[in-house]
């Protein structure tokens, strides 16, 4: 990189920018963490101290400012995302932004023309692409393994949501009406789209708000700064293709922590896979025959009495296949060739898609119709 590693700011010093975003950052040989910025720069100054980042600031205003910034990465509430991305795209500096993209679709849209307009590479951190079941069943779908499908069954659970809405995720003004649909249903919706290659088309939903000891629906909760806790809603596909779509924080868990499940049904047979902090496993069945476990490389096999861990169930953490790792390539090699190319990492186009469905969701809870997702 002519004899100087890429310069990089992360905007957001919480608990996932020191699981997700600074191992890998710190590890990656082309790659200098120059500054970190928190509002409160308390947490910014003990990540910097942990990862030898060299300054750290209470504003990213002051960072981009100061700092000669080749890229940042946007690990801050929602709210905040596209103000962020807008201002780094301006002054040409390539972005990395934690899903979802941003607080509504016409933000999204913006963030896209933004990032487009001034040829900086952009990336949505909707992780688990790079889960090896993930895609060894996307493989699979391709090679029409079970043939023309047909439904679909799809889940992202969690129960950290049980005692509370879970800080700024679980609020209107900082996370969106959407809440776990924003936080866990983004990476769902994501990777059905992902996987099948297809949008979704239509939706029809149900919300609801684990408040006062109670579930509430939307149409109750006008007046609390609270977002939805669980989300249930059908879709359907151009193809014909339906399915159901479930996230929730406030689904225990048992030791699980968390839980990833996709089934897909279709005219040859079906296919299913299965995913928590005790393992994974991918199955299949066709026609009558019996329900058969597909091998896997590079993942821990589920085990009901294993200890429960972040290896267990994204074990491509500190790889090279991260979405952080990958978009530092791309960004290294944009600066060495003079042209930004956002190949081979979900896009802010992909968070745009992902947003519009999210929107459309809580536009069909609240008129309790079926709405088209917006083309």
Not at 21 to 46: D, F, N
Not at 338 to 361: E, H, L, M, N
Request: aromatic share 10%; with cysteine.
């Amino acid at each position: 990189m002519n004899g100087r590693k890429a310069q990089i700011g992360v905007v957001g010093a919480g608990s996932f920018a020191d699981l997700w975003y600074l191992p890998i950052l710190e590890k990656h040989p082309e790659v200098q963490i120059q500054a970190i910025c928190s509002q409160s720069g308390t947490t910014a100054e003990k990540l910097a101290n942990k990862y030898n980042i060299l300054a750290n600031y209470q504003s990213y205003q002051e960072m981009f400012e100061k700092e000669e910034l080749d890229g940042i990465c946007i690990v801050t509430p929602n709210e905040s995302h596209h103000d962020i991305a807008l201002e780094a795209s301006k002054r040409g500096i390539h972005v990395m932004c934690e899903k979802p993209l941003a607080m509504d679709r016409d933000e999204a849209r913006l963030m896209v023309e933004a990032a487009e307009e001034n040829g900086i590479v952009h990336g949505v951190n909707f992780t688990y692409r790079e889960h090896p079941a993930v895609k060894k069943l996307k493989e699979l779908l391709e090679e029409d393994f079970i043939g023309r499908i047909y439904d679909g069954k799809f889940q992202y659970t969690g129960a950290y949501g049980l005692s509370g809405p879970p800080g700024w995720r679980g609020t209107k003004s900082k996370g969106g009406t959407g809440g776990v649909l924003a936080d866990l249903g983004s990476h769902l919706i994501d990777l059905v789209q992902f996987v099948v290659n297809e949008n979704v088309s239509k939706v029809q939903a149900s919300l609801s708000f684990l408040h006062e000891g109670k579930v509430k629906t939307i149409h109750e909760m006008d007046n609390h700064d609270q977002s939805a806790d669980s989300v249930y809603f059908n879709a359907s596909f151009p193809s014909g293709a339906h399915g159901s779509f479930y996230t929730s924080w406030i689904s225990s868990q048992g030791n699980r922590r968390q839980t990833i499940e996709l089934s897909f049904f279709g005219s040859k047979g079906a296919v299913k896979f299965l995913s928590s902090e005790l393992g994974v496993v991918l199955t299949y069945a066709h026609g009558k025959e019996q329900w058969q476990e597909l091998h896997l490389e590079n993942v821990m096999k589920w085990d009901d009495l294993a200890q429960p861990s972040e290896e267990r169930f994204r074990p491509w953490r500190l790889t090279e296949r991260n979405e952080i790792w990958k978009w530092a390539d791309l960004l290294v090699e944009s600066k060495n060739s003079g042209r930004a190319s956002s190949t081979g990492i979900p896009t802010f186009r992909d968070g745009y898609s992902v947003q519009k469905v999210i929107d459309a969701v809580i536009q069909s809870a609240d008129l309790r119709k079926e709405v088209s997702v917006e083309r």
